[in-house]
């Protein structure tokens, strides 16, 4: 089974605070994919790749940067976290030629207080 | 502007029922369409999928209907257990931008033994 791991679980920052997701996938899939999930809005994609190097803005990409370094990590990066960044963020991997699965990760709940 | 909308937001059924999940879209260009359960704690998972040139995909106890001119598709569980209480989320994507996975808000289905 394809496996997404991403670290931490849980994270509190402050407001003004810089924050890095982790998302590590062993599935060998070229596309990942970073969204969050808040009530009455379901998922929202923040930031996507199609390989190592690649980054490409969603539909809600203000206030996140994302990096991909190597076919496997797939990092979010919120540079001056704020209040409304608050939500569970989940990172997920499909492969090249379709996005007939998205692998998900378990998710990170982030608290921005 | 939500390109994938779910009703309803909510829905509770009894153990043995039929549940009915709705989904409609507004671009002609989705090809695609998964479906994706979610419980509690975890991300979601693929449940069932469909393309635009089949009206029907049965696995199970689980079936999707699609109505390519009214641009609307179901979700059918039949015999709903308490363990299918879960979210689902219907999606959609296009062959012509493979990478992008739209999501609608998600249903929020209870099961009652």
């Known amino acids: 089974e394809a496996a997404v791991t991403q670290s931490p679980r849980n994270k509190v920052a402050v407001t003004g605070g810089k924050v890095t997701l982790s998302c590590n996938q062993t599935?060998?899939?070229?596309?990942m994919y970073w969204y969050r999930q808040d009530t009455g809005h379901g998922l929202r994609l923040i930031h996507y790749?199609?390989?190592?190097?690649?980054?490409e803005k969603g539909d809600i990409p203000d206030g996140y940067k994302a990096s991909r370094p190597s076919q496997e990590n797939f990092s979010l990066i919120l540079e001056l976290a704020t209040p409304s960044q608050t939500s569970v963020y989940f990172c997920?991997?499909?492969?090249?030629?379709?996005?007939?699965?998205?692998?998900f990760g378990h998710g990170t709940k982030l608290s921005v207080l | 502007q939500q390109q994938v909308r779910q009703s309803p937001q909510s829905l509770t059924v009894w153990e043995g029922e039929t549940a009915i999940l709705n989904c409609s879209y507004e671009?002609?260009?989705?090809?695609?369409f998964p479906w994706y359960q979610q419980f509690p704690g975890e991300g979601p998972a693929l449940l069932i999928s469909?393309?635009?040139?089949?009206d029907k995909k049965e696995d199970g106890r689980f079936t999707i209907f699609f109505n390519k001119r009214e641009k609307k598709l179901s979700l059918h569980i039949t015999d709903s257990q308490p363990g299918d209480s879960a979210t689902y989320f219907c999606?959609?994507?296009?062959?012509?931008?493979?990478?992008?996975?739209?999501f609608g808000k998600g249903t929020h289905l209870h099961v009652l033994p």
């Open positions: 790749s199609y390989g190592a190097g690649s980054t």
């Open positions: 671009d002609s260009t989705f090809n695609y």
């Open positions: 599935n060998n899939h070229n596309n």
């Open positions: 997920a991997s499909g492969p090249r030629v379709s996005n007939e699965r998205l692998f």
């Open positions: 999606a959609a994507s296009a062959d012509t931008n493979a990478y992008k996975v739209i």
């Open positions: 469909i393309r635009s040139v089949s």
